[in-house]
Every structure is written in structure tokens, then in C-alpha cells.
T-cell receptor, first 110, second 113 residues
């Protein structure tokens, strides 16, 4: 069973802080990884994807991938109350299919 | 919503009745997906399609069937709805077959009573 694991949270951070969201995966064959943000009652929206070891930055977001440790993380700098949402991690297991974690709820307090 | 519409957006139905959900895309993408999302389980793949008349099962396909007779439409059918199929259903597409980024429609909330 190919799995993606996330802590359900909530992860609480004050406004302006760095939020660190983590994800582990079981399938060593996974090639790429995706972070989605989902507001309550809305559909998931893609934040970014990563497929190479190391860091990938996009604005306030940085994705980090460590394939040896089977670990993916998302850092959100200068967190804002509008970042409060559930963050979903997903891995591409091949054949254009994604496996999703259950998500981490982030709460950013003003 | 990535040029994807889903209909209906909300539906309440009774146990044992057939239900069809529609996903419509306007951008001629090859890959389309149906997921369900439930508390504690996250998003789970039901079925997916890689072209007209080409479909395959996902991890939770029991009780569901799909059809894709046109590129733009991907239909999900619950032949005989059960209460366990109460869920939020999302359709998704891949825009870029290199990166496999999936983009989601607005979702359909289905309640089976």
C-alpha cells in the first residue's frame, strides 16, 4: 500500500512566523510531490510541486524534498491569517496517479 | 477552477437510487480523475481516464462506474447509492503531462439518506 502520511494538526503559528508542514511517503519509486492548499468547503488548489532533492522556492513558499529520508516539507514564510487552511501533500506514484495524505490544518493567529 | 465544472454541485438522494455526476472541461485535456474526500481519509481516487473510452480503476472503485464518450465529459455513476457513498466528490484534470500537476473542479456534495 503506497502511503503518504501527514500530521493532522492543527499547527498553530502567529502571524509573521514561519510555518513548517511535513509529509512522509512510503513508495521509494515516487518521482514527484505536490502541495495543495484547501480552504474549508472549497476544492484543493495547487501551491507547488517538487521532484528534485533540495529546495524549491516560489514566493513565500519553499518546498523541500529528501528522497533518502522519504520526506517532503513545505515552509510558509511570513505566515498570514489568510494562510489558515488545510495543506495536502501528494506523491506521484506513476501512471499519472497521485496518492494524497490526509492533510495538516494550519491556523495562523493575528 | 481550472476550466472544470461539476454538476450538480449539491445532491440529496435516497439509498438504492442511481446517481450520475458530471465533470466537464473546456480545455481538451487527456487525463481526468474522480476523487472522493471524507474526513480522516483525505482524497481517494475512484476512477480515472486517459482518453475517450479509456478508463481505469482507482483505490476505491467498488460501487462506482465511469464513462467518457467525449474528451470534455467524464461521468461518474453510482448504480445503487448507499449511505457510505455520502461524500464530497472532486473531478480533476492534468494540464501538463510532464509535471502531472492535477487541477480540481469545485466539487459535488452528495448526501445519500
Amino acid at each position: 500500500q503506497k502511503e503518504v502520511e501527514q500530521n493532522s494538526g492543527p499547527l498553530s503559528v502567529p502571524e509573521g512566523a514561519i510555518a513548517s508542514l511535513n509529509c512522509t511517503y512510503s513508495d521509494r519509486g515516487s518521482q514527484s510531490f505536490f502541495w495543495y492548499r484547501q480552504y474549508s468547503g472549497k476544492s484543493p488548489e495547487l501551491i507547488m510541486f517538487i521532484y528534485s532533492n533540495g529546495d524549491k522556492e516560489d514566493g513565500r513558499f519553499t518546498a523541500q524534498l529528501n528522497k533518502a529520508s522519504q520526506y517532503v516539507s513545505l515552509l510558509i514564510r511570513d505566515s498570514q491569517p489568510s494562510d489558515s487552511a488545510t495543506y495536502l501533500c501528494a506523491s506521484n506514484t506513476g501512471f499519472q496517479k497521485l496518492v494524497f495524505g490526509t492533510g495538516t490544518r494550519l491556523l495562523v493567529s493575528p | 477552477d481550472a476550466g472544470i465544472t461539476q454538476s450538480p454541485r449539491h445532491k440529496v438522494t435516497e439509498t438504492g437510487t442511481p446517481v450520475t455526476l458530471r465533470c466537464h472541461q473546456t480545455e481538451n485535456h487527456r487525463y481526468m480523475y474522480w476523487y472522493r474526500q471524507d474526513p480522516g481519509h483525505g482524497l481517494r481516487l475512484i476512477h480515472y481516464s486517459y482518453g475517450v473510452k479509456d478508463t481505469d480503476k482507482g483505490e476505491v472503485s467498488d460501487g462506482y462506474s465511469v464513462s467518457r464518450s467525449k474528451t470534455e465529459d467524464f461521468l461518474l455513476t453510482l448504480e445503487s447509492a448507499t449511505s457510505s457513498q455520502t461524500s464530497v466528490y472532486f473531478c480533476a484534470i492534468i494540464r501538463d503531462s510532464y509535471s502531472y500537476e492535477q487541477y480540481f473542479g469545485p466539487g459535488t456534495r452528495l448526501t445519500v439518506t
